[in-house]
């Protein structure tokens, strides 16, 4: 494990989203699309990379990718968007007929049939429930609007308030039955909350379709969540900016990857301040108050699905114990930054990361 301490500063809040500079780091994707004046949409070409934004999922999404012989750059790109459209159109709880909002409307009363892909989500999500000991839970809806971050009409809640819905954050009364393709949700008034692991889903399936159509390096960047297929096309790794979480658009540390999935969590993504103090989103199933041991946590992994689940996981867990969940998983590394910007990355990135303090 390597430790490095850097001078804590109490600046504003830094974007979550990234995006790679002139110079090779990755720096936040809406700042650029403001500077360069497009609000919603802006499809460019170069010599190297099929480069696109597109507002979708609430989130801007950034796809650059190698043009393939198999079909046009445009045909990719419009294959790779509507699959996006369409999962979140089973997934998002602002959708009232989506997979998600229907199995939340039977809570208490009946199992709801669902798609291919709502099931296998669901299902990895309490896996990743079971494996940090239900710190990440997909179960936390209930939490989620209480504090009004789905909406972002936020507020804090009395003691009183989230002591009462807590006996509802569980992923162990979540029913899955695989042979009817069905949810059930066994307490009334119980939510489904995907947002910690659909987004890493969605930015799986996007890769499946880079790499059917024959591309050979890609990168998709869906508001934090990055996938990767193979290095740039100059044959060096994509190089990977980790967030500052203190001191607005800087970057503390780079990643080095060719393939797989970097998704970064933090205290600075979505908040808001009351009375001097501080609250954000990533809240703790235990105690329904936002996790307060680390202020962001970076996961590598091979798929955005786990990345995604983790990156909350093990903020949640804290320093010590989000650490040793990473060591015992094979398949993931991580950075993980203290509210006093100790910076601790895990085994099997020592050596691999450039530490800007």
């Known amino acids: 494990m390597l430790k490095k301490k850097c001078a804590d500063n109490e600046g504003g809040k830094t974007p979550a989203s990234r995006n790679i500079s002139p110079a090779g780091y990755v720096i936040p994707v809406l700042l650029i699309l403001f500077l360069i004046g497009y609000i919603f949409f802006q499809q460019l070409q170069t010599d190297d990379l099929y480069l696109s934004y597109k507002m979708t999922m609430d989130t801007m999404v950034e796809l650059r990718f190698s043009e393939s012989s198999a079909k046009p750059g445009s045909q990719i790109e419009e294959e790779v968007l509507n699959e996006i459209e369409r999962l979140e159109m089973l997934f998002s709880r602002s959708i009232d007929t989506s997979d998600v909002s229907r199995i939340n409307a039977a809570a208490g009363k009946t199992p709801v049939q669902v798609s291919d892909e709502v099931l296998y989500v669901t299902g990895r999500a309490v896996k990743y429930a079971e494996v940090s000991d239900g710190k990440f839970d997909p179960t936390v809806g209930p939490l989620v609007d209480l504090w009004g971050f789905l909406g972002q009409e936020y507020r804090v809640p009395s003691a009183a308030e989230v002591e009462n819905v807590l006996p509802l954050v569980d992923y162990n ?134 990345a995604d689940a983790l990156s909350t996981a093990v903020f949640v867990l804290g320093p010590d114990k989000g650490l040793d969940l990473i060591e015992k998983l094979p398949t993931a590394e991580g950075i993980l930054i203290t509210p006093e910007i100790e910076i601790l990355v895990s085994s099997g990135l020592e050596g691999l990361v450039e530490l800007n303090p």
């Open 173 to 306: 009364l979540v029913e899955i039955a695989p042979e009817q393709s069905a949810v059930y949700l066994t307490q009334e008034n119980m939510v489904l909350e995907l947002g910690g692991v659909a987004k890493g889903y969605i930015v799986d399936r996007a890769l499946e379709i880079l790499n059917a159509s024959g591309v050979e390096h890609a990168f998709i960047n869906a508001g934090g969540d990055i996938g990767l297929i193979g290095s740039n096309p100059d044959g060096d790794p994509w190089r990977i900016g980790v967030t500052h979480p203190r001191e607005h658009g800087e970057i503390i540390a780079v990643i080095s990857a060719s393939g797989g999935s970097v998704v970064t969590s933090g205290d600075y993504q979505r908040s808001f301040e009351e009375d001097g103090i501080k609250y954000h989103h990533i809240l703790d199933p235990d105690t329904g108050l936002p996790a307060r041991k680390l202020a962001s946590v970076t996961i590598i992994a091979e798929t955005a699905t786990e």
